[in-house]
Nanobody, 116 residues
Framework: QVQLVESGGGLVQPGGSLRLSCAAS????????MSWYRQAPGKERELVAH????????NYAEAVKGRFTISRDNAKNTVDLQMNSLKPEDTAVYSC?????????WGQGTQVTVSS
């Protein structure tokens, strides 16, 4: 049974930091590219950060470059998103995603709210 379980969301003040984690099970994690997406109320889901299965190459949405860092641990089957210098516009539900060929899996998501 495939599972992606996110954790680490919450309420944080502008300028603060959060670290999201996604724990994967039920598939060969190391073979899958992993991504974090987010969806704010009334907006479409958008790709935030991506890390490849081989080489661990990363790319980021322009809005988060220099503030967010994606990383993976293939031994622990986890992918993390370190978020620094958070802004109110980062408020959204963040979900992790696994992709290999025609196979795509989603987690349930975790709420991140940036507010004073």
């Amino acid at each position: 049974q495939v599972q992606l379980v996110e954790s680490g969301g919450g309420l944080v003040q502008p300028g603060g930091s959060l670290r999201l984690s996604c724990a994967a099970s039920g598939f060969t994690f190391s073979r899958y590219a992993m991504s974090w997406y987010r969806q704010a109320p009334g907006k479409e889901r958008e790709l935030v950060a991506h890390i490849t299965s081989v080489g661990g190459f990363t790319n980021y949405a322009e809005a988060v470059k220099g503030r967010f860092t994606i990383s993976r641990d293939n031994a622990k089957n986890t992918v993390d998103l370190q978020m620094n210098s958070l802004k109110p516009e980062d408020t959204a539900v963040y979900s992790c995603n696994a992709l290999q060929g025609g196979y795509r899996y989603w987690g349930q998501g975790t709420q991140v709210t940036v507010s004073s």
